[in-house]
Nanobody
């Protein structure tokens, strides 16, 4: 099994930045796509950004130009650099890792952005 350790969440003011990290450990063979999802209060969980093993990326329209996803394959770590944060970015951010046919999720880290 794969264990995911998330870090970097916190409370900031609008316009500030945060960097989330997610370290995958355990049986990490065969990991393909890594990504970040968020769930805002009263809303469904949705994709923020994802990155393939080859480096191809996808972003939600709401974060394009502000967020950057990256990964270190040697360390099985995925990052999410979040700049120019807005109150609407508030939510619980979940790390997601796909390994062949299995999907693994982190426990989530809270990001709160105040006006």
């Amino acid at each position: 099994q794969v264990q995911l350790e998330e870090s970097g969440g916190g409370s900031v003011r609008a316009g500030e930045s945060l960097r989330l990290s997610c370290l995958a450990s355990g049986s990490t063979f065969g990991i393909n796509t890594m990504g970040w999802y968020r769930q805002a209060p009263g809303k469904e969980r949705d994709l923020v950004a994802r990155i393939s093993s080859g480096g191809s990326t996808n972003y939600a329209d709401s974060v394009k130009g502000r967020f950057t996803i990256s990964r270190d394959n040697a360390k099985n770590t995925v990052y999410l650099q979040m700049n120019s944060l807005k109150p609407e970015d508030t939510g619980v951010y979940y790390c997601n890792v796909r390994q062949v046919v299995l999907d693994y999720w982190g426990q989530g880290t809270q990001v709160t952005v105040s006006s």
